[in-house]
Structure formats: C-alpha cells, structure tokens
C-alpha cells in the first residue's frame, strides 16, 4: 500500500506540473505541426537524392528532434510563456547528441537485419531485439536534456541504469495508454510494429514522436465507438497537442524519478 499510494502522488505531481508546463508552452505545439510539415518536405526531398537524401533526412531529424527536446527542456523549469524567439533558438541544440545516438544504434541494427533475411526465425529475433532496445533505451531522450553526459554510450548506459530501477513507474502510464491498441484485433502485431520503430532509433526519430500519440489516440477513440470518419479528423487535430503533453509528462516524471529512490518516495508518500 505503501508503494501504491506513492507512485500515485507520483503521477499526481507529473500530471499537475505537465499541466502548468503546457499551459505556458502552448506555442510549442504550433512549433511541432511546423516541424511535421519541414519533416515531411525533406523526405520528398531526400526521397529523389538516393543515399545523400538519407544523409539529409538523418540530418533534417536530429535538427527537428533535438529543437522539440530544447523546447521540453525549457519547458520543464520555465516560469514564463515558451515564445517564437525560444522556438527559433532551439535550432541546433542537442544535434550531434542525435546524432550520435542514432549512428550508434544504426550500425548494430543494420547487421540484424542483414544477418536475419536468411533465417526463418529472422522476422521474430529482430522483433526481440527492437523491442528490448524499446525498453532499455525508453528514457534515452530525457537522459540527453536533464543528464550530463559525454558519449552516446553514456546514454545508453544512463538509460539502463534508470530503467532497471525506475521501470514500474515509468512504464506504467505508457501500458495504461497503450491498453486499447493492445486490445484490439491486431494489437499485438500492431505494438510490435510501434516497439520496433521507436527501438531502432532510441525514441530520437522525429516521425516516431508523432506516430506514437497518433496511434494511441486512435485506438482509444475505436475503443469507444467513434466513427472512422470522425475519428480521422479528431485524431489529426490532437496529435500535436498529446504528443506535447507526453513528451513533457515524461519529462517531469524523470526528473521525478531522479530525484528520488522507491525507499524515499514511501517515506515521503
């Protein structure tokens, strides 16, 4: 019971400072459509520019992803409104640390799929394997902005060290989401399709940050009843801001968690 009653202040104190965090950041939810539609010319772009157009999309993500994470990172602590002069600035943080991370990651998960195409079972390993990186480098965005670190495998380590003591708490809230995709027909196939995408790139692909909230807010709605054609639209209008407040929850919760050990939270609580 202990537990219980202080993981729930836990998520309380998220969820109230989320909500003070979102009401100033309002802006930053424009920032993301605008993001979304640059993402999406430069793969059109990158699209006719065979392997120099994957250099520049790699590029144009790692710009996108580590300005949204400037931008949650000044959100977290600010006492003020979030404005287009902030939005503007937080162009070129966090690049190289992307970068960095992605590149890591790219080339062991390259040889997996290379040294899977053969194998009968190749389709379920690589599954595995995206889907441990999903877990164990979970919390890899907000270790780049709120831990000091010097490498990409400092990161990667940070990640692991948060998620083998933190990862009740942390993943908690995210099966309670995902519940009704998991529900559905195909949800299972549909969450490893999710597990898959996000661990091949640590949670640092731009796509992936919009993708996970679209799906989310799509099976809650098919859970409830509404009409697809409804559903299309609804789900496009609060995207953006769901993806916002996720990504600031998240956020808040690390530091959260940071701060404290389960011992000191039921002492606390």
Do not use: C, K
Request: charged content about 10%.
């Amino acid at each position: 019971m202990d537990l219980l009653t202080s993981t729930l202040q836990l998520y309380r104190q998220a969820l109230r400072a989320t909500g003070r965090s979102l009401s100033r950041n309002w802006i930053s939810v424009a920032a993301i459509v605008v993001f979304a539609l640059l993402f999406v010319g430069a793969g059109r772009l990158a699209g006719s520019l065979g392997v120099a157009g994957g250099f520049l999309l790699g590029a144009v993500n790692a710009l996108l992803v580590g300005a949204t994470l400037r931008l949650i990172e000044q959100s977290l602590g600010a006492a003020r409104m979030i404005t287009m002069q902030d939005v503007i600035e937080s162009f070129g943080h966090y690049f190289w640390d992307v970068i960095g991370v992605g590149f890591v990651l790219w080339l062991p998960t390259m040889a997996l799929d290379l040294g899977t195409q053969t194998n009968p079972y190749g389709q379920f390993l690589t599954s595995a394997v995206l889907l441990l990186l999903f877990l164990l480098l979970n919390p890899a965005p907000e270790v780049i902005y709120q831990v000091r670190h010097d490498s990409p495998l400092d990161v990667f380590r940070t990640s692991y060290e948060f998620v083998m003591e933190h990862w009740i708490e942390w993943f908690l809230p995210f099966a309670l989401l995902i519940l009704p995709v998991v529900l559905s027909p195909s949800g299972l196939r549909e969450f490893f399709t999710l597990s898959s995408r996000v661990g091949r790139g640590a949670g640092l692909d731009f796509f992936q940050i919009l993708i996970l909230p679209f799906t989310l807010i799509g099976g809650w709605l098919s859970y409830i009843g509404i009409h697809p054609d409804v559903q299309w639209m609804v789900v496009l209008l609060l995207t953006p801001p769901v993806a916002m407040a996720i990504l600031l929850f998240r956020g808040h919760l690390f530091a959260l968690l940071q701060r404290s050990s389960h011992r000191q939270r039921r002492f606390v609580g």
